[in-house]
């Protein structure tokens, strides 16, 4: 009999407890990773009150300057470590795979510099639509909008860019640009980048609304993401009858591989976890 009726497991996104070991092999002039420490950096400059995450003991993993306003617990009500990744890579596919049992060998492939010609070429001849190769290149996803979204309301152009991740994302105004026909292009843009030189884990299509100075993006993000290489532990739990759950992007990331009930997208971090709780009322299987 199994010790557990239910597992639940939730990944907090952005919420780094510092630097891996080999942090300085995805070092970029852009993304100075060997200085990652996102609990640290907001506990010292902002302050960090997790009162609940403390007491599971937050405070008692070890690092080199303790969280200054996470104490540690002498009875934490959980087990808490710091765990390093043994797969290649530093993107969300080969963390969450990891995670499911699948260790990869040889990571995606990114561009710092940005897509070569042929890429872009291509999604412009299938698309009909010009790319703003200004922002052809490592940006943020707030950022690249505000800096070419006026840009795209006059010329109708696809703002295509990257990140410090195997990912290719287009941004698009939704009233110049509408859905169907953004995703159609990530559609495309997705059976192109399958193998190398240009094996990305995700093509992601980043919609967005508003007005120069004023843009949002939408919560109808969607992305087409590549199976994985091989069964993960999701498979596992499939093949032997017992039912696993998706909230949010989990089943793009997975491309549906080994989830047997995708509970959908979700449009925020407070809409995630009402989900998430709806998912823990359903009936035991």
Not at 2 to 10: G, P, T
Not at 72 to 89: C, F, H, M, R
Not at 102 to 116: A, K, M, Q, R
Request: charged share 25%.
């Amino acid at each position: 009999m199994s010790r557990f009726n239910r597992i639940h497991l939730v990944v907090l996104d952005s919420v780094g407890i510092g630097a891996a070991p080999d942090a300085n092999d995805f070092v970029n002039a852009a993304v100075p990773d060997g200085a990652s420490d996102t609990l640290g950096h907001i506990s010292k400059t902002v302050g960090l009150e997790v009162p609940n995450m403390a007491k599971l003991g937050l405070g008692n993993i070890p690092r080199e300057v303790p969280l200054k306003t996470v104490p540690a617990e002498a009875n934490p009500t959980a087990y808490a470590t710091k765990l390093e990744e043994v797969s290649l890579g530093k993107d969300t596919m080969t963390g969450h795979w990891e995670i499911m049992g699948l260790n990869i060998t040889e990571p995606f492939d990114t561009f710092w510099d940005g897509f070569p010609e042929e890429i872009l070429t291509k999604i412009e001849e299938f698309s009909g639509r010009k790319i703003i190769r200004e922002a052809n290149k490592p940006y943020s996803g707030t950022a690249v909008i505000d800096d070419f979204g006026p840009r795209q309301m006059e010329t109708g152009e696809l703002i295509v860019y990257t990140s410090a991740d195997p990912v290719l994302q287009i941004a698009a105004h939704e009233e110049v640009i509408p859905l169907d026909e953004l995703y159609r292009i990530c559609e495309y843009a997705r059976s192109i980048t399958l193998e190398r030189p240009a094996l990305l884990g995700r093509i992601i299509a980043r919609p967005y609304v508003g007005e120069p100075g004023n843009f949002s993006r939408t919560a109808n993000r969607h992305d087409y993401a590549v199976s994985p290489f091989e069964d993960t532990v999701l498979n596992k739990l499939a093949e032997a009858g017992v039912p696993t759950y998706s909230v949010g992007k989990i089943s793009d990331i997975f491309n549906g591989s080994g989830i047997t009930n995708d509970m959908g997208h979700t449009k925020s971090n407070a809409h995630g976890v009402d989900v998430l709780l709806e998912t823990l009322k359903l009936p035991e299987f």
